[in-house]
């Protein structure tokens, strides 16, 4: 038989349901280098969304990429990278 196809988003009905909609100034922010930033998720939009994993952590934003922000995270003792669209991350503090 052939093995079952998992996509981005397989198993995830519960997990990223979306209740209302994002508004478009989400989406517009920016971000400077060394801005501390918590990753939350939004599900409205797939692209440049963090694996599950990272929900809730805080990180550094250590660049650009295209439209998205390189935000380093620390995932036990390793430090990772992660490419993040600015709709999935909030300024931590102000």
Request: glycine share 10%; charged share 25%; hydrophobic share 35%.
């Amino acid at each position: 038989m052939v093995t079952r196809s998992h996509g981005v988003r397989w198993g995830t009905r519960k997990k990223l349901k979306k209740h209302n909609k994002t508004p478009i100034t989400r989406y517009l922010q920016s971000f400077e280098q060394g801005d501390i930033v918590v990753i939350l998720p939004d599900s409205a939009s797939a692209q440049g969304m963090p694996f599950p994993r990272f929900k809730g952590m805080a990180g550094k934003i250590s660049g650009k990429r295209g439209a998205a922000y390189i935000v380093s995270v620390m995932d036990g003792n390793k430090m990772k990278t992660l490419a993040v669209k600015p709709e999935h991350i909030r300024r931590l503090g102000k």
